[in-house]
Structures are given as C-alpha cells and as structure tokens.
C-alpha cells in the first residue's frame, strides 16, 4: 500500500469513526457507497477501530446497519484535575443545598465518581472540598445589592483558590469605597447566590471576607503560599457545614 492509499485509508477510518461517535444513523451500504470503498473493505476498517478500542456492531446482512454498543463510552470519562475538583464540588454542593427533585441519586454518583480517580487525586479533591463552606441563603437586604460577578476575575479566583497562589484584586466594600487587596484564597463560602471569599489578607495581616460580586480587575500571582490552620477561620465558619466528597 503506498503512502497515498494509507493517508486515503486514515481519512476514512477517522471519518468512520466521527461518524458512529455522533450516532448518526447509517448502513454499511451507504457508507461503503459515500466513501467509494467496497463492503469487504469497509468490513475491514470496522476491524481496525475495533482492535483500536471501539465496541463496533455491524449487521453482515443486505444493507446491515452499523453503529456503536448501547452502553460505549460509560465508565470511560477522563476528567483533569480541575474538572474532577469542579465536578465533585458542584455535586457536593448540590447534596447540601437538598434540592428534592435531584437529591436522590447525587451520593452514588458521587462515590463513584471519586471511586474512579487514582489516590493521589483523590487526596488533592478531598483537601480541596474541604475548604468550601455552604452557609444559609442570602438575606433580602444581601440580594437587593447582589450582581454578577466579573467573570475574569471569577477565572483568577478560581485558579488560584486551586493552585494554592496569592491573588489580588480591586475591591468594593458596602460603603462604595474602593482598595487593592493581595489575599491567600483560603475558603470560598456560598450564601445562596453570593459567594465570599474568606482569605487571609497580605496587608491587614488578618482573616478577611470577601463578596465575589464586588471584587474586580483580579490577578493571580506566581507566589505559592501553605494553608493555614483551621483555627484562624474557625471563627468566620461556626455553624458553617464543610462540602465534604
């Protein structure tokens, strides 16, 4: 087979495989036909994406139909760290808040969700569910001033929150009036719909809070800072539920 023919052969078998990913109805017929290949060939690239992975169902009958198992692709996600962190929190977080109609089935989702992660980052989640707080929903007078957040500043909180570096940002206080703040994003508390972050501030050189909604032009910064205990948040947190995986 030349170079031209295995390049042709590739093309298809990519294409062959987009397609049934899609679940798009089809026949071995027609798709022999649109790629102007013969059955026996198309029979055979079938083979090769299924010694690659790929649980193919071909009907070997006049104009059998070929598609993907039922059940391809469960118990197949592959999920970053982040995505696992993300994932994990907003199912934790759902549990806490008892939402009735979505309640029922989230703990075993959940489980086996961190099941399937290897102990590392399983470790790396559990650490980091911990630092996230779910307290009462916000009061009237909080929801009368809330707005959303700037969303790049969200982006910094978020990574920096994760990766264990300093974070700085434009605040707003009640009061209208306005100061940069470089902070250690320890805890992110969530009083329904507002988020707060609760840091430890550079220049104050003391515990912090923070509405998400009023903080603005935010920048994550290269230094790395350690947890700190408990104890210098426990105050700001009594009576305040951990999001646990």
Known sequence: MDRRDTASRLARLDLLASRLKAEEPMSVAGLAEE????????????????ERGLPIEADRGRGGGIRLE????????????REAVELLISLAIAEQMEAPWIIANLA??????????????????????????????????????????????????????LELRLLRFSYTDGEGSRSRRQVEPHYLLLSYPVWYL?????????????????????????EEFKLRPFEYFAEVFAGVPAVSP
């Open 35 to 50: 790629f102007g290949v013969s059955r026996r060939t198309l029979f055979r690239d079938i083979a090769l994406l299924r």
């Open 70 to 81: 039922r059940n391809w692709g469960i118990g197949r996600l592959k999920l970053s760290y």
């Open 108 to 161: 075993p989702i959940r489980r086996k969700l961190a099941a399937s992660f290897s102990q590392t980052l399983r470790e790396r989640v559990d650490s980091l569910t911990r630092r996230i707080k779910i307290g009462p929903s916000a009061s009237p007078a909080v929801l009368q001033g809330f707005v959303q957040p700037d969303s790049k500043t969200g982006e910094a909180l978020c990574r920096a929150f």
């Open 198 to 222: 609760v840091a430890w501030d550079h220049e104050r050189k003391a515990v912090r809070s923070f509405r998400l909604d009023r903080m603005h032009n935010g920048d994550i910064l290269s």
